[in-house]
């Protein structure tokens, strides 16, 4: 087809796990680039001068940035293994819980690996993710029968991240005992077909985890 | 589809109430108005949206949706009529990042040079109006960021020159510079000229005596 799909990702970062998720359940063949924080490069700096960070698609040249704007991209472009549902409320409540999953989840599950108020913290995002457990009500996933938007734009609650920072961070956050339903989700997300592939690897991400949140000597 | 009524829950002042006011008058859709008395929210409110219990919702058919972007994104798909979103994929995501830019990045800042004081006022200022200069490079030399005629991004954020001036009055601050970003100061005026979007402003006085009193309870009274 003459198609050029260019990624431009860190292995650890769930924003551009994310899209890497999307590309490959709808089949979508993409050259995938590492990116160095410490050292953007120039190319990086061309095709995202508004925020200077990853992911960036770039499809034939031309550049998509922020995660969900590229997801939306994705399902627009390649029609196979839709991630939005069809009714237009439907998606608009994917749209929703992805928006209360980055605007409201993930700055607050950030703040738990903070040092000020943990205790508080972790009560805020417990609650947080109990109303995201209430929308799952007794789906397989936040796509129904299979994955979708949401489940992706949730990578970080679903995958290995949540689950790792907060043993080394010594928080209780994703617990069956607080959120049985949303472990139950997050099981079935890592052991996905293609999930399960795109994860980042574990040992390496346990590793970062430790130095960047882990007690210091 | 067009069988079913439409509630819209608003606010008078609301700038976000205002999008869905001018994506439903654009597109030609009947709804009802519910204008809200807040603080007091209304049980209805509490109701349709118990996540945010916040305005503006959209109530379609029994059903309701929150989030103004998200409603406009539904109001376009649900009633073909008058697009807001363009078709070209790669156009539409231009549109949705840049009313990401706005509510993430322009709004915090004006906020931030309207509610701190001294140095970290001017820092907050700097920041809007670096921040205003970028949305400027989404503008371009079009007339509007929907290109002929108002889109997606013009309805996020054609409040926002009148809003941010309020704000300078009653801070006493710069962030709209001329010099700067001649391309959107041309823009704030011209989309606030499209006849539907001009007669459904509310009361500028009105909105101005509002901020006046969030100003005075957010600094601690002093002017």
Not at chain 1, 118 to 135: Q, W
Not at chain 1, 185 to 214: C, M, Q
Request: glycine share 6%; charged share 30%.
């Amino acid at each position: 087809m003459g198609e050029e799909v260019k990624l431009f990702a860190v292995w650890g970062s769930p924003f551009s796990r994310r899209v890497e998720m999307a590309l490959k359940l709808k089949g979508v063949e993409y050259e995938y680039i590492e990116v160095d924080l410490q050292n953007k490069s120039d190319l990086l700096l061309k095709y995202n001068p508004v925020h200077k960070k990853i992911p960036v698609l770039v499809h034939n040249g031309k550049p998509i940035a922020e995660s969900v704007v590229i997801l939306e991209y994705i399902d627009e472009t390649w029609k196979g293994f839709p991630l939005l549902p069809k009714d237009p409320y439907q998606r608009a409540m994917a749209r929703f819980w992805a928006k209360f999953i980055e605007e409201k989840c993930m700055p607050a599950l950030f703040k738990c690996a903070g040092t000020e108020d943990r205790e508080k913290a972790v009560e805020e995002a417990c609650e947080l993710l109990k109303l995201l457990e209430n929308e799952l009500e007794d789906k397989k996933f936040f796509g129904g029968e299979n994955i979708g938007f949401v489940d992706i734009v949730a990578d970080f609650i679903g995958g290995y991240w949540l689950r790792d920072i907060q043993e080394i961070v010594g928080v209780k956050i994703l617990t069956r005992e607080n959120l049985p339903k949303l472990c139950e989700w997050s099981d079935e997300f890592v052991n996905h077909v293609v999930i399960k592939e795109n994860l980042p690897p574990r040992d390496k991400l346990i590793a970062y985890f430790r130095t960047r949140f882990g007690p210091k000597p | 589809m067009s069988g079913e009524t439409v509630k819209l829950l608003g606010h008078w002042a609301s700038p976000f109430a205002l999008r869905v006011i001018w994506a439903l008058k654009l597109k030609e859709i009947e709804y009802e108005y519910v204008g809200e008395d807040l603080p007091n929210k209304s049980p209805l409110l509490l109701e349709y949206n118990p996540v945010h219990k916040k305005i503006p919702v959209l109530v379609h058919g029994g059903k309701p949706i929150a989030e103004s972007l998200v409603i406009l994104e539904y109001l376009d798909e649900a009633w073909k009529h008058n697009p807001i979103l363009p078709d070209d994929p790669y156009e539409r995501a231009q549109a949705r990042f840049w009313a990401r830019f706005v509510d993430e990045k322009c709004m915090p800042s004006i906020m931030s040079a309207f509610t701190k004081k001294g140095e970290e006022k001017e820092k907050a200022a700097k920041e809007a109006r670096e921040n205003f200069k970028i949305l400027e490079s989404g503008l371009g030399k079009k007339q509007f960021f929907g290109g002929e005629s108002v889109g997606f991004v013009d309805i996020a954020a054609g409040w926002i020159g009148l809003w941010t001036r309020m704000v300078e009055e009653i801070a006493d601050v710069n962030i709209i510079d001329t010099a700067m970003m001649p391309l959107l100061e041309s823009w704030f005026q011209r989309v606030l000229q499209v006849p539907i979007l001009k007669e459904c402003l509310p009361p500028q006085d009105k909105v101005l005596e509002r901020f006046k009193g969030f100003h005075k309870f957010l600094t601690g009274g002093s002017s």
